[in-house]
């Protein structure tokens, strides 16, 4: 048996970041209260149960949390063998969507197995990224520095998954993902003025095209700087949202109390849920939820910075992982998947 566990993993009998996990823990369980809270009318006027969005997000929290202590037991430098099939997958799944996925509002983002269980490849593309340039620049780490070589040359390997992302459209995941890829790279090694000089003669002409030439990107920019020109149309949302934060004050209506939940706000469980957060928990609630992200990302930063290599720490996302000591290896492996779990199972 001993035998056996050693060859699965180094990681196995190692003990798991507790600050990190209940941190996680508490945070998913605020998620679960919220999300219960939050979808009740909306599930009872669409389908006549209350629990159907409830249910559905503690199932996957309950896989989300399994999965989650079983890999936190792999090395993390196990992952470091197969980057490169990384950003095959991603192309792969990208594409999968394309053609498989289903139509809603416009967009192809989501591939539908049952009228309940469905999978968004974009979030699992943001996790394979991050193992393919952990991988690649801790490879040619020796080249971060010349701007061909090491700049335009890891650059480029985001075209065809960036250019994939937005033929689906999915313009913010699009920029999740070269966010996450260009802090690892100047993280590596890469110099911060080829990414401004960059950013400055490329970047921002391409964003203001897409924003300009996509009239509904053009409106939600134009809503978010002033909801009020349209309080009934695009900004409805909006402004019902910081009429949910405004009332919430200090303490909160109390935890089931919210209005704007009951039809004001449109789905209020996705992206709008802070707001019913602030408007029951009120300041403090917001304050906690917040708190309890800053220890998360503390005990990130902490991880890297003690990871044995620079793989694992640009694995973390947080730091070139000079230093540390073998001890820590634990510490890195539970933070990895931690990290990346994030976008498996909705905190908030």
Same mark, same amino acid.
């Given at each position: ?18 600050? $990190?996990?209940?941190?996680? @823990? #508490?945070?998913?369980? +605020? &998620? *679960?209260? =919220?999300?219960?809270?939050?979808? %009740?009318? /909306? ?108 700049? $335009?040359?890891?650059?480029? @390997? #985001?075209?065809?998954? +960036? &250019? *994939?992302? =937005?033929?689906?459209?999915?313009? %913010?995941? /699009? ?108 300041? $403090? ?64």
């Amino acid at each position: 048996m001993a035998k056996k566990g050693k060859s699965f993993s180094s990681f196995l009998n190692h003990p798991l970041d507790f600050t $990190l996990l209940i941190t996680i @823990l #508490l945070l998913l369980t +605020i &998620g *679960l209260i =919220m999300v219960l809270s939050a979808s %009740s009318p /909306s599930a009872l006027s669409e389908s006549g149960d209350s629990y159907k969005y409830f249910s559905k997000q503690l199932l996957f929290a309950v896989i989300g949390i399994v999965a989650m202590i079983f890999i936190s037991k792999i090395d993390y430098r196990f992952y470091k063998k197969f980057y490169k099939h990384s950003w095959i997958i991603a192309i792969i799944l990208l594409l999968m969507v394309l053609v498989m996925g289903k139509n809603i509002n416009g967009s192809k983002r989501w591939i539908y197995f049952t009228e309940t269980i469905s999978f968004q490849p974009s979030e699992l593309v943001k996790i394979l990224m991050i193992v393919f340039y952990a991988g690649i620049l801790t490879k040619n780490r020796d080249q971060l520095k010349d701007y061909k070589l090491g700049f $335009l040359k890891h650059l480029a @390997l #985001l075209a065809p998954i +960036i &250019g *994939l992302l =937005m033929l689906q459209p999915h313009f %913010s995941a /699009s920029i999740v993902i070269i966010g996450i890829c260009s802090i690892m790279m100047i993280v590596a090694g890469c110099k911060f003025k080829h990414f401004a000089g960059t950013i400055g003669s490329i970047g921002i002409p391409i964003l203001i095209a897409v924003i300009i030439f996509s009239p509904y990107r053009l409106q939600r920019v134009v809503t978010f700087m002033d909801p009020w020109q349209d309080p009934t149309g695009d900004g409805w949302q909006v402004i019902q949202s910081l009429y949910a934060i405004g009332s919430g004050g200090l303490f909160g209506s109390g935890l089931g109390e919210s209005k704007q939940k009951y039809l004001y706000i449109p789905e209020p469980h996705n992206d709008f849920i802070f707001s019913i957060l602030g408007e029951e928990m009120g300041f $403090l609630g917001c304050t906690i939820v917040m708190l309890l992200f800053g220890i998360f990302i503390w005990r990130g930063v902490l991880i890297a910075m003690r990871a044995p290599d620079m793989f694992g720490s640009l694995m973390a996302v947080r730091n070139n992982g000079s230093g540390g000591n073998t001890s820590n290896y634990k510490y890195s492996s539970c933070y990895i998947f931690n990290a990346s779990n994030r976008y498996a199972i909705t905190i908030l």
